[in-house]
């Protein structure tokens, strides 16, 4: 946990009701001896934001090879359940994924991504899993860990942070109470999410909402920093405040924010330091 916090200190910007949320949720998960269920988590907010990465530095404090670990298993909705009319198959093919790996290894990571592509109805059909069960055909799902990375919802993250932000207020004053049941709402009623009428929702299953703010100017200079000391460069202003300046801004009157997040800042990198 403090390897966590670290991490997520010292290169996820911007996002603080994420960092302490995965932090509290995470620590407090590992360190229950007694969980009455899965730790689920849903991750919410613009391309860019740190989801992926977040998801990346929760496998690299619970297993040595992170996402590399034969433990951590990561689902992408539009390649591994491309074809709506195999939903049926795909909810066998990953009941029997889950209960195989779970048996192997209780505390196991499963990450699906791109939730807000997944078809609608797929995902409950690992609602048992995620249930209030001791044992499921004698096997215990209370040590895994689920995580959903999902764009759905971020219009709703935006609107409340524009509100803050409108009224002189600083993103930092933004509370998980300011967001948490409208977010959760607007997930389950967009038909274009894949937690559509979901009965994980419906049942209180996943246990945060969690949103990522989307990113201001001076988050996206922070990730180029960061990026830029990664790769052994010594950090020039003049670059770091072009690549920054090139990004692109909405809304389109005040621009405040980064439509794409941190998402091109490597790309971007390539092209001045060749």
Not at 155 to 161: F, G, H, S, Y
Not at 190 to 195: A, L
Not at 243 to 269: H, N, Q, W
Request: hydrophobic content about 40%; aromatic content about 12%; proline content about 3%.
């Amino acid at each position: 946990s403090a390897a966590l916090q670290e991490n997520l200190d010292r290169r996820l910007f911007g996002q603080h009701l994420a960092n302490k949320v995965i932090v509290k949720a995470v620590r407090g998960f590992l360190n229950n001896t007694n969980a009455k269920k899965p730790l689920a988590l849903s991750l919410h907010g613009w391309t860019g934001t740190g989801k992926n990465f977040v998801s990346k530095i929760v496998a690299e404090s619970i297993y040595k090879r992170g996402l590399k670990s034969k433990y951590v298993h990561q689902f992408v909705a539009t390649l591994h359940f491309p074809h709506a009319h195999n939903i049926n198959v795909y909810k066998d093919q990953l009941q029997s994924w889950i209960r195989g790996n779970v048996s192997i290894c209780p505390r196991s990571l499963f990450i699906f991504d791109e939730m807000d592509k997944m078809h609608a109805g797929l995902i409950d059909s690992i609602k048992p899993f995620l249930d209030y069960y001791e044992l499921l055909d004698g096997v215990s799902y209370r040590q895994a860990i689920f995580i959903f990375l999902s764009n759905a919802g971020a219009e709703k993250i935006t609107e409340v942070a524009l509100d803050f932000w409108r009224n002189g207020r600083t993103r930092e004053d933004i509370r998980l109470t300011d967001m948490q049941n409208a977010l959760s709402v607007s997930v389950f009623n967009n038909k274009n999410s894949g937690f559509w009428h979901s009965t994980l929702i419906d049942r209180n299953l996943i246990d945060y909402f969690v949103p990522f703010l989307p990113l201001e100017y001076k988050h996206v200079k922070m990730c180029v920093r960061v990026e830029i000391e990664s790769r052994g460069y010594t950090v020039d202003e003049d670059i770091l405040t072009r690549i920054a300046d090139e990004m692109t801004y909405f809304p389109r009157e005040e621009r405040i924010y980064s439509d794409k997040g941190c998402k091109t800042v490597d790309a971007k990198l390539d092209y001045y330091y060749d």
